[in-house]
Structures are given as structure tokens and as C-alpha cells.
């Protein structure tokens, strides 16, 4: 039974498009987050919730807007889609907030952008 | 300068070779420090956690913190094939609104 699932697996859209990322736990934690990893394998927090309250909004282009209508699922729309968007997104929830709570992460949702 | 180097690798080493993979930091105030695997096309995956300065074991592994160096690393004995993965630090603050820090990864390849 897999603890943090993503939707799609692989997502391939063309520049200018609208897309979302769907992201579920059923570990009972209550935070959660997404992350983007570049070409290089670096990880990058975007936003981060806490029992649905947005906490961690890094400096994200406002073409990303997460959503949380619960405490087991974020999700992530993006509006016109760039070619710079091009990345695997990941989820990951956590039993508390703080850099101190270790991380469980999906398996990713690798964007293409054409 | 990023706040947390980490060689890419790759770092290629016969079976039942000892690795040491490493980490350099510059904020001082990191002092929860994880090590995280990740499979190609996975995510990654808790491997060992650790507070403060020390040692910690578990099975093959050994995560080191040194904190008066900002250096920590991670020992690998008797490596596996199955062990062929990008292993990737990361660290934080603490507790309250701080998100952990990622180091950009070191892919382990182990020959059989």
C-alpha cells in the first residue's frame, strides 16, 4: 500500500498549457510538501502546508498555486506551462512541521514541456 | 556558494568496497542531519537520521556528524550492486516553519 502517491506518473504538455499534480497520503501525517528536482538531481522546496494552512511558499513563479483540500492531499496547478518547467515534481508529508520531521517522498511526476 | 556542497559523483567502487560519501555546510545553525536514497525513477527514501554531532549505525550504514567542520558523512561496508543509487544529504535548523535543506546528490555505482 504505497504511503505518498502521485498523479500522473509522467505528464507531457505543450508551452502554454494548464496542468495539475494530484498528491495523496495515508500515513496520518499532517504536513506535507512539494519539491522540484532539476536535471541535476538538486532538490527544491516550493510550498509546504500544515493541516491544510499554507507555511512554506518559496519563491515560486504564481503560475504554481497548491491546493490542500484536506490533510492527505495536496495538489499543484500550473498555469502556462513554460519549457523551464521541465522537471520531476515531488511530493513528500512528514508527521509534524519542522525541519526536524523526517520526510516521506513519492515516487514523482516527471513534466515535459514541448 | 550553496549552503550545502555535495560532489556529484559519479563515484564507481568493486562489490564489497567501503564507501564514504560526504557533505560540507555553511550554516551553522544546521543540526538535524538526514541521508536519503534515491533509486533511478523513485524518490527518495529516509536511509539514516541524525542530531547533532556523533556517530549513529545501522546495519552497513554509518552516518558521522562533525559540527565544528560542518562535514558529515555517510559509510557504506561490504557495498552492494543493490546499493547503485544517487544518495543525497540533507539538514536542517530545527524545529517551527523551516524546510530541510538538500544537497544536490552523489550517484553511487557499485560493481559486481
Partial sequence: DTAVSQTPKYLVTQMGNDKSIKCEQNLGHDTMYWYKQDSKKFLKIMFSYNNKELIINETVPNRFSPKSPDKAHLNLHINSLELGDSAVYFCASSQGLGGNQPQHFGDGTRLSIL | ?112
Avoid: H
Fill in chain 2, 1 to 112: 556558494q550553496k549552503e550545502v556542497e555535495q560532489d556529484p559523483g559519479p563515484l564507481s567502487v568493486p562489490e564489497g568496497a567501503i564507501v564514504s560519501l560526504n557533505c560540507t555546510y555553511s550554516n551553522s545553525a544546521f543540526q538535524y542531519f538526514m541521508w536519503y536514497r534515491q533509486y533511478s525513477r523513485k524518490g527518495p527514501e529516509l536511509l539514516m537520521y541524525t542530531y547533532s554531532s556523533g556517530n549513529k549505525e545501522d546495519g552497513r550504514f554509518t552516518a558521522q556528524v562533525d559540527k565544528s567542520s560542518k562535514y558529515i558523512s555517510l559509510f557504506i561496508r561490504d557495498s552492494q550492486p543493490s546499493d547503485s543509487a544517487t544518495y543525497l544529504c540533507a539538514m536542517s535548523a530545527g524545529t517551527g516553519r523551516r524546510a530541510l535543506t538538500f544537497g544536490s546528490g552523489t550517484r553511487l555505482q557499485v560493481q559486481p
